[in-house]
T-cell receptor
Framework: DGGITQSPKYLFRKEGQNVTLSCEQN?????MYWYRQDPGQGLRLIYY???????QKGDIAEGYSVSREKKESFPLTVTSAQKNPTAFYLCASSSQTSGGNIQYFGAGTRLSVL | QKEVEQDPGPLSVPEGAIVSLNCTYSNSAFQYFMWYRQYSRKGPELLMYTYSSGNKEDGRFTAQVDKSSKYISLFIRDSQPSDSATYLC??????????????FGKGTHLIIQP
């Protein structure tokens, strides 16, 4: 099955802890994205990457970090500096050659604070 | 003024009704227009994609773009309870990825009453 796999589905973070959300895609897409979704806020871009070993900050990057060591993988770390991490996190990918930058999404990870 | 405006709803209609969902936008450079459907606690899935102005039909769904009015619509005919979800509009200026890849509306929550 081609698609985007996010894990885990649910994640709990303790005070002062860093946690990492996994995102893997087998669509051979070059670009990958992380969004945060809060009720009534819509989708907000955290980080994006257009090629391996390169990534850029989105609108709300503070308190988050990413890496892109492989084309298929784009993990997101929620650091202890992110004071309000409770949200639904979505990973997406797109082909650089697709018209209009159509993005395909994973099923999401719901992060809560203990 | 926000770049993409979308009424959050909820919009509640009886089963079998025609549903009209809409977005307005301010950036006249947008050329590519998409509608995503998001079920509760799931990732968004691409429903419709159109380039420039005009209509596009796919089964019970019709997407309409009026660039002169900066207004896009999604019509759902013969609505079913399974259509109950949040519908997000999205649009982009150009092809390829990047931070300006997609601009999302905040989504309209649709409820189809059996």
């Amino acid at each position: 099955d081609g698609g985007i796999t996010q894990s885990p589905k649910y994640l709990f973070r303790k005070e002062g802890q860093n946690v990492t959300l996994s995102c893997e895609q087998n669509l051979n897409h070059d670009a990958m994205y992380w969004y945060r979704q809060d009720p009534g806020q819509g989708l907000r871009l955290i980080y994006y990457s257009q090629i391996v070993n390169d990534f850029q900050k989105g609108d709300i990057a503070e308190g988050y970090s990413v890496s892109r060591e492989k084309k298929e993988s784009f993990p997101l770390t929620v650091t202890s500096a992110q004071k309000n991490p409770t949200a639904f996190y979505l990973c997406a990918s797109s082909s650089q050659t697709s018209g209009g930058n159509i993005q395909y999404f994973g099923a999401g990870t719901r992060l809560s604070v203990l | 003024q926000k770049e993409v405006e979308q009424d959050p709803g909820p919009l509640s209609v009886p089963e079998g009704a025609i549903v009209s969902l809409n977005c307005t936008y301010s950036n006249s450079a947008f050329q590519y227009f998409m509608w995503y459907r998001q079920y509760s606690r799931k990732g968004p899935e691409l429903l419709m994609y159109t380039y420039s102005s005009g209509n596009k039909e796919d089964g019970r769904f019709t997407a309409q773009v009026d660039k002169s009015s900066k207004y896009i619509s999604l019509f759902i005919r013969d609505s079913q309870p399974s259509d109950s979800a949040t519908y997000l509009c999205a649009m982009s200026v150009r092809s390829g990825g990047g931070a300006d890849g997609l601009t999302f509306g905040k989504g309209t929550h649709l409820i189809i009453q059996p």
